[in-house]
């Protein structure tokens, strides 16, 4: 039998601990996919008393993951640690500096630090799998670098954190408010005690930014990434995105615009006709566009041991199989910086909804305000209440540039009878 | 620059033109990505003089597309001729036993002759390409054989065939009833002149015989597929489908049950909340179920010059990087055959429509058959109209062995207020 492949495994949670039992259940179907055998020669975790329900013996322990990159006896560092700087970065350019291949699930370390580790993965001439990083057991990655290796993506978009997916599924089918929606997904393990990485979208810019890289080969542009959360999501939307036809989703997306690469994150609209609005629950899913394949979507778990320990075993499969490919697919050198278009120039249809006093002359200032900056209106609902209440009045518009709607935005807000801030959200008909 | 690979074309049809389209377009970043550059060396078709939109010049041409296995200038044959014998089958087996790599769309090749095609490039130890078989520009053999290469698929099901479900669909949409929706598809050239291979699910059975190889890890048996087409779909039928909050799809579902492989190709009613109900029109989707994935779901074009031409294009940027895998994911010695399992022990729900009279004790000798076969019912549909009237009653049950339900159906066949033959679709819970 060949010699093994053989691993350190840097960080021994959830992520780790579902990699452990992988490996070793699928033990054999592994051998024979990868044509050599995979073994976890040596770990490193935070407590090396706990009791992980998984056989560390005949497996060295090192208490700092740094020395991993060190073991003469490791072949590919297993870095499931997470974060953009400390262990986790020293390990992995440790580990590319000895000539170690790497394998990670560490998104916010690619998004901000993709092109130099790039960089010393390919000046090293190893392997460096982060397929984990992005949409979790999807192989999204695999897809975009060799499935649609024949064609140029002109649109990647995708629900790519399932928390934040979860929560808007919670208010839609339970007709919940968002803090209400968020505290159910705490209990149930799906949304962190401190939940700003995910509900402000930060999470998804970082996954964002690894596939526009991938996408387009262009260095990961975090700094270019649009962010808006889904925080200032209520309940009335939803009500008004299904009256309308839509469903709302938190999306990334990006693509090649003459003004540069547009990378955005925010609450979107989009059409029930379109599969990705039936992405439920804590699933993601990825749409690529692209000039020969056309449309194309992947719909899986995002999260989980599972998943996620598919997707790191998938790279150290390749791995085993000696596949080495450009990171961000093609070699650094050809990786061409772009610039970011601004968010001012994105077009595109909204739907916003302003909470007015019911009163003569409201409509035509504020119609009069979208005229002024030819924001041209699609649609419009205003239900009959009593003369003088709060009611929502919700627009949807054609498209139009949104520095022209910011403008109208603006001049509204400043209405008198306009008593909140007007909530946008923007309309994507792809 | 590295030495180019070097490409021998068999059929310039559709497929073959969008084959040349794209590898002249994307000339530079494929040799990027492919390490070198991929070239047309030779090619062959029916009619030498055609005007075919793209140059020739340069390139060898052989009358006898089985010659392309001699051409000793060609390194890989692309077989786009199609058929599972004849030429297109001579050509792939002379490739092989020349020691030249295939690629190949042939779906109907692959589902005969799998085995013994897998089992020749093994042993000339060449690549065996075939992505551009099930579902064309989805990348899913190499989701199966790389992606999900940390996991035993449980099941593989979905939508193999763009005809069919684009005349599914327009049946739903437009309200037409199934001949009027094939007559449309091949007035747009969706579906062709005789359709047989298409509506008749045949066409699906190959691609299932394909996945289900390539996610168990056995020879495709085509012969083991239980096959029903969309034909005796009607209008009626998918406006209950709509009332019951469900889809018809026709789908190709593989598994492995105790009783062997289930591989079944009919209509099925799909909950509404599934993602793949929501695929429409030419549209296809593949549905994996893994052990640690979970469900992952791939959606895209199936068929098509662009989509087809992008995944024979993967295969060859895969060769050109060296990679060679086992076919069906495991060496051809280690593909297990397994029993077919027969369709009289499925189990699972099912919709039944009966044509009946309308007069009293109609409903109490259908019922009367189901208890005596131990048929659950879930629900029932019966409107009111004019007694004497021929009605429409539908039935859904809860899961039950097909056999039960052949027998209760054929008692209800021969009941004197039954007018017509009883349809029936199984439902799909998934």
Known sequence: MTRPLRLGIAGLGTVGGGVMRLLAEQNAVLAQRGGRPIAVAAVSARRRDADRGFDLSGVR???????????????????LIGGAEGVAHDLVMAALANGKAV???????????????????EAAGVALGFEASVAGGIPIVKALREGFAGNKVQRVYGILNGTCNFILTAMREQKREFRRALADAQKLGYAEADPTFDIEGIDTAHKLAILASVAFGCPPDLKGVYVEGITHVSLTDIEFAKELGYRIKLLGLARTTADGLEQRVHPCMVPVSHPIAHVDGVFNAVVVEADFADRNMAMGRGAGAGPTASAVVADLVDIARLQRLPVFNVPVAHLKPMPAAPMERHRGAYYVRFMVVDRPGVLADMTAAFRDEQVSIEALIQRARN???????????????????????????????VREPPRTIRIEHF
Chains 1, 2 share one sequence.
Do not use: Q, Y
């Open 61 to 79: 322990w090192h208490d700092d993951a740094r020395a991993l990159a060190a073991d003469p006896e490791v072949d590919v560092v297993v870095e």
């Open 103 to 121: 394998v990670t699930a560490n998104k916010a370390l690619l998004a901000h630090h993709g092109a130099e580790i790039a960089g010393r993965a």
């Open 387 to 417: 003369p003088g209440d709060i009611v929502p009045v919700v627009m949807t518009t054609h498209d139009t540039e949104e520095a022209a709607m910011r403008r109208a935005l603006a001049k509204i807000a400043a209405l008198k009878s």
